[in-house]
């Protein structure tokens, strides 16, 4: 049985509240011969700043360059509001996407039954509802130059975010959600702007000749970014993966994440080029939620987004799907049965502790193993 190198990154607030339970989880998949990890641990966020006066040392970096699987709590916090801009907590991550060259994000929006009255939309609309969305994460108007304000010197300035994307940069993304959508539901939605936008143009082109010479297999659609957010909350259901660059992928990620109920119930995976000499590539693993300042503490944090964000890593960086189907399994089980932490009470009329619900999950586990 191989090995696995995770680095644990647990940060701030509820990350190490959550990071416990995914250790545990981590720990049976070994005891059961299902898996074997490292498990090294490493500090980012708020906390290194404190330990290192930096939001990731150079040494843990190492660590996460060394991993074949960055697992990251969350990071941030009043405490560090008033820190330099440069070692803020969230510095840390945006490092880690950075030197490890995390170019897609995955954001899988799940709705499992038991949870579809905590939608803000109807049962019948979202659940059961299983889509996949990918957001290009290193290029695009967050990174584009020239970015900058300049002053005009007649009393107005001017902002300038720049929307650029290459051939390459469209085509390995492309790349990435067709390969996924064939492990699906076989259908791709890719979306931009190129009524408006010539970056949208180029974008459309590139997935359209991609698709015709590579993925001809695959379903593909084109939806202008406007119309697919209209359509992800009128009958999200009609979509399987959706493809989209990093400016439309940051909202309409936050926008199908709530088609699902809490924060605390959503995981995602950041992937970087596969590596042809290892067939290995760079992954980092993390709820979709922050550190959440106002629980941390109390013991009350839904473990659920973080568990699942591990479920993720023994799909996509370590080719367990059977493992991350028994993770995935377990979890709706003990959702099934009624257990609920605080964040998604809904009617039910007691709630458990983050342990609690890391427990339950664990027994599940061992029933289905
Ligand atoms: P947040 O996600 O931390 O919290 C938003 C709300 O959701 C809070 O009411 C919180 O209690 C609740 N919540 C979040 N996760 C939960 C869980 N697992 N179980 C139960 N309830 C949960 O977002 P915020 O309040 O906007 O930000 C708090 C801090 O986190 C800030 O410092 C922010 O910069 C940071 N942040 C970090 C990340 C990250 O590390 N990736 C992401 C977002 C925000």
Not at 90 to 112: H, S, T, V
Not at 150 to 177: C, F, M, S, W
Not at 314 to 320: D, V
Request: hydrophobic content about 45%; glycine content about 10%; overall charge negative.
């Amino acid at each position: 049985m191989a090995t696995h190198k995770l680095l644990l990154l647990p940060g701030d607030g509820i990350g190490p509240e959550v990071a416990v339970e995914v250790e545990k989880v981590a720990k049976f998949m070994g005891q059961a011969g299902i898996a074997s990890f490292e498990i090294e641990r490493g500090l980012v966020g708020g906390i290194a700043y404190d330990t290192h006066g930096q939001s990731i040392s150079e040494d843990h970096m190492k660590l996460a360059h060394d991993a074949d699987a960055v697992l990251f709590g969350a990071v941030g916090g009043p405490k560090w509001d008033a820190v330099p801009y440069d070692v803020r907590p969230e510095a840390g991550l945006l490092r880690l996407r950075k030197d490890l060259q995390l170019f897609a994000n995955l954001r899988p929006a799940i709705c499992y039954p038991a949870l579809a009255d905590a939608s803000s939309l109807k049962r019948e609309i979202v659940e059961d509802l299983d889509i996949m969305i990918v957001r290009e994460l290193t290029g695009g108007v967050y990174f584009g130059e020239p970015k900058q304000i300049i002053d005009l010197g007649n009393g107005q300035k001017r902002g300038i975010d720049t929307q650029v994307y290459d051939t390459y940069e469209i085509e390995r993304i492309g790349r990435v959600a067709f390969e996924l959508a064939r492990k699906r539901n076989n259908k791709v939605t890719s979306s931009e702007k190129r009524n408006v936008m010539k970056s949208g143009v180029l974008w459309n082109e590139v997935i359209t000749a991609l698709h015709k010479r590579e993925y001809a297999d695959v379903t593909l659609e084109h939806q202008l970014a406007d119309s697919l957010g209209m359509q992800l909350v009128r009958w999200p259901k009609q979509f399987d993966v959706i493809v989209t660059d990093n400016l439309f992928g940051d909202m309409l990620s936050d926008v199908a994440a709530m088609l699902t109920g809490s924060l605390g119930m959503l995981p995602s995976a950041s992937l970087g080029e596969t590596n042809p000499k290892t067939g290995k590539r760079k992954a980092l693993y993390e709820p979709v939620h922050g550190s959440a300042p106002d629980i941390a503490g109390k013991g009350i944090a839904n473990p659920i987004a973080m568990i699942g964000s591990f479920g993720m890593a023994l799909r996509y960086s370590f080719g367990l799907g059977a493992a991350a189907d028994l993770v995935e399994k377990a979890i709706s089980a003990v959702l099934d049965a009624g257990l609920r932490t605080a964040d998604i009470k809904g009617a039910a009329t007691s709630t458990v502790s983050t342990v609690e619900m890391g427990e339950a999950i664990l027994a599940e586990l061992k029933k289905l193993a």
